[in-house]
T-cell receptor
């Protein structure tokens, strides 16, 4: 079974600075998809960015970018020019490209709580 | 507006009293699923459905049932709720698998006393 590990339960960054959230995963599959979700205090789940494993180019979405290292099974999220609205819980998630015999969906890490210091 | 709607949003119930959390999506999505979120554990999949009348267990299905009689609806049933099912529940849907955007409902807070 796939596992996703977020080793930083909590991170703190000054407003306007850059922060990187780490995520590693364990899989024997070669084709899969990776996601970062943001969960603000409202508990809404908001997709931040996604990456297809077969693509070497790192995904970017405005101030958000990833560093995808397939061989190392690492998928970190970089937030540039941090804003107060970025304060939230961030979840890394994995989805297989192949329909497995069991669960078909997202496997989530335990989350990183990001605090933005004004 | 694309939406996944869950009801109720908040519920306190007693052990053993059957309850249903409804989920409806207006995007004609084939894939729907339920997750639960517990402190320090992230989200874990309970059940999923690939289409009408097709459902399968996720990672934590014990104590739950689901049905998919219509494409838009995917209710989560707790036949005999227990306190360890106190959690935040999310319904989600997507058109297909893979990198397709997964839309989440706003969550349902369930407390079993």
């Amino acid at each position: 079974a796939q596992t996703v590990t977020q080793s930083q339960p909590e991170m703190s960054v000054q407003e306007a600075e850059t922060v990187t959230l780490s995520c590693t995963y364990d899989t024997s599959e070669s084709d899969y998809y990776l996601f970062w979700y943001k969960q603000p205090p409202s508990r809404q789940m908001i997709l931040v960015i996604r990456q297809e494993a077969y693509k070497q180019q790192n995904a970017t979405e405005n101030r958000f970018s990833v560093n995808f290292q397939k061989a190392a099974k690492s998928f970190s999220l970089k937030i540039s020019d941090s804003q107060l609205g970025d304060a939230a819980m961030y979840f890394c998630a994995y989805r297989s490209a192949v329909l497995r015999g069991g669960a078909d969906g997202l496997t989530f890490g335990k989350g990183t709580h990001l605090i933005i210091q004004p | 507006e694309a939406q996944v709607t869950q009801n109720p949003r908040y519920l306190i119930t007693v052990t053993g009293k059957k309850l249903t959390v409804t989920c409806s999506q207006n995007m004609n999505h084939e894939y729907m699923s339920w997750y639960r979120q517990d402190p320090g554990l992230g989200l874990r999949q309970i059940y999923y459905s690939m289409n009408v009348e097709v459902t399968d267990k996720g990672d934590v299905p014990e104590g739950y049932k689901v049905s998919r009689k219509e494409k838009r609806n995917f209710p989560l049933i707790l036949e005999s709720p227990s306190p360890n099912q106190t959690s935040l529940y999310f319904c989600a849907s997507s058109m297909g698998r893979g990198v397709d955007t997964i839309y989440f409902g706003e969550g349902s807070w369930l407390t079993v006393v």
